[in-house]
């Protein structure tokens, strides 16, 4: 068998790993709104749009990425111990190869890892109680499907991706594109709905015979003429509650948001029942990528954390939370705390049931007195990817139980701050409304005595 000569600039190319790259992702887009809108343009992306690029230690000592030219040292090995790197322009105009540090989603993932935390399918978290939703890995065979997968055959079968767009979340513009392309598959389309009605008469007069005894193996096939199709055809197009699951069975169409209340009266083109691995995919989109998003591919909770000493425990080791705001009333309404925990936006599950003296510092109000910020001890639940590409993490206080084998010591608030004139000998307090020169104590004497022993400040 002859082999295949490339050329040289071919064989270059094939060997390339930065030919090799992914193109980039489009950045996520905020939803149109009349409000102002405050946001930073170095702030981390909720996910990676990029491809990260790091570079071996013997490469790394010459600034060597394996790019058109070396990176300068004082923008990658003179800034962290590990660089990595991201793209955003090879070659620009100015002749040089525009990069930023990836450090970013990078860590955010190996602490992620670290948690040892299974993805699990969206599901609403109600604030209100302790009960947490069912743990549904997206990687079962029964949920893990697309609109190609050979799964969706199986009764029951779900699947995270449709052929067709997900209409409550199009613009009219692309509707409109999207209904142009629609009219040129009519041909097809029709044919699939031929199809789809002699099923459904063939499905009725096996029943018609099993009811009356006659032998199904002599039945024929069932021959559907064309004006039995088009009389079929007016009585779906007269009738949205039947025309509805036959146009998105036929498009494959994600399944819309459930209709408002005050439209149920009214006729309207009614969808079937979600096929969709989660309903909460319905609410906001089937997701961009797969539900897991590759972050980790673990299947469930079952895992045993062995201490050294301790044995067998029943949590997890507790991770450290730092409370980025505190709750309260945050743009005219009343807010949860949110927290960090690995470099993850948490809303703190059980900030409405905290009571005054087991909350954390800094969690009821803003707590400046603390170094380094406020923290507390938190044991993560849940973990999950929306539809949008964002990490949502679910954790609960950790419990003394948790914290015991690790010797963990929550912060605690100090509430008996003591001035150091109060610790003095002194036992007058001068009076703040006079001036800094005739500011003298009233008793020069410790051991002088007063029937008042602390004067008024007016």
Do not use: C
Request: charged share 25%; net charge positive.
């Amino acid at each position: 068998m002859a082999t295949v000569r490339l050329s040289p600039a071919a064989n270059l190319l094939r060997k390339s790993r930065l030919f090799a790259l992914p193109p980039a992702l489009p950045s996520p887009q905020e939803a149109a709104t009349s409000r102002a809108v405050f946001q930073s343009e170095t702030a981390t992306l909720p996910h990676p749009i990029r491809q990260s690029i790091v570079t071996p230690a013997s490469s790394l000592s010459r600034g060597d990425w394996g790019l058109k030219r070396p990176l300068p040292a004082k923008s990658t090995t003179d800034r962290s111990s590990r660089p990595v790197v991201r793209v955003i322009e090879l070659d620009n105009f100015e002749h040089v190869t525009d990069f930023e540090s990836a450090a970013d989603h990078t860590v955010t993932l190996e602490k992620f890892q670290e948690l040892h935390m299974p993805l699990s399918l969206p599901s609403k978290v109600n604030y209100a109680t302790t009960i947490v939703p069912r743990h549904q890995s997206p990687f079962e065979t029964a949920v893990d499907n697309t609109e190609s997968s050979s799964g969706l055959a199986r009764p029951g079968a779900r699947q995270f991706r449709h052929a067709g767009p997900w209409l409550a979340g199009q613009t009219e513009a692309e509707f409109e594109t999207y209904l142009r392309q629609v009219r040129a598959r009519k041909p097809e389309l029709m044919q699939k709905l031929r199809e789809r009605f002699v099923v459904m008469r063939t499905a009725e007069r096996r029943k018609r015979a099993q009811d009356n005894g006659e032998d199904l193996a002599a039945l024929g096939p069932v021959e559907v003429s064309e004006e039995e199709f088009q009389a079929r055809l007016r009585l779906l197009r007269a009738d949205p509650f039947a025309l509805g699951p036959a146009v998105f069975e036929l498009l494959d169409l994600p399944s819309p948001p459930a209709i408002p209340s005050d439209r149920i009266g009214h006729k309207y083109y009614q969808s079937p029942g979600t096929k969709l691995s989660s309903a909460e995919y319905a609410v906001s989109g089937p997701p961009k990528t797969h539900p897991s998003a590759g972050l980790s591919y673990t299947r469930s909770h079952a895992l045993l954390y062995n201490h050294p000493r301790f044995g067998p425990q029943a949590f997890q080791k507790p991770v450290e939370a730092r409370i980025l705001r505190p709750k309260g009333r945050f743009k005219g309404r009343t807010s949860k705390a949110i927290a960090g925990v690995g470099g993850i936006a948490v809303e703190d599950l059980n900030a409405m049931t905290f009571v005054e003296q087991g909350a954390p510092a800094g969690l009821a109000t803003f707590d400046a007195s603390t170094p380094g910020g406020s923290k507390y001890w938190v044991t993560p639940i849940r973990a999950s990817v929306d539809s949008d590409g964002r990490i949502g993490l679910a954790s609960y206080r950790a419990s003394a139980t948790a914290k015991a084998p690790y010797r963990i010591d929550e912060q605690r608030k100090a509430t008996n701050i003591i001035s150091d004139a109060a610790r003095g000998d002194q036992r007058s307090v001068p009076r703040l409304d006079l001036a800094r020169s005739a500011r003298k104590p009233l008793y020069n004497s410790p051991h002088a005595r007063s029937p008042f022993p602390f004067s008024a400040v007016l």
